[in-house]
């Protein structure tokens, strides 16, 4: 059995969004769907990406740029969906 290479194209098959286990775990979050928790694990993955950017305020808190409109395309959901799954996480 040989070693298959991964191509430049192939390599976004291969990345994983990350989200800590008591998201999942912990009673506190319980009341949280799990679209809300897939949608946490989305905004850290681009809050890395932020940082790695520089996009930060002057007390050095990362922030990221993530519309509406794009968490419904990415999130397979409507606007409103969208914009219930940010309260849930707020």
């Known amino acids: 059995m040989g070693f298959e290479y991964i191509s430049t194209g192939e390599l976004d098959s291969q990345l994983f969004f990350t989200m800590p286990k008591e998201l999942l775990r912990g009673d506190q979050y319980r009341d949280i769907s799990s679209e809300a928790k897939l949608l946490y694990?989305?905004?850290?993955?681009?809050?890395?990406?932020?940082?790695?950017?520089?996009?930060?305020?002057?007390?050095?808190?990362?922030?990221?740029?993530?519309?509406?409109?794009?968490?419904?395309?990415?999130?397979?959901?409507?606007?409103?969906?969208?914009?219930?799954?940010?309260?849930?996480?707020?």
């Open 41 to 90: 694990g989305v905004m850290s993955d681009r809050q890395n990406l932020s940082a790695k950017n520089g996009w930060a305020d002057e007390e050095n808190h990362v922030f990221i740029y993530y519309t509406l409109d794009e968490i419904f395309r990415d999130m397979n959901v409507s606007r409103k969906t969208a914009a219930k799954l940010l309260n849930e996480l707020e």
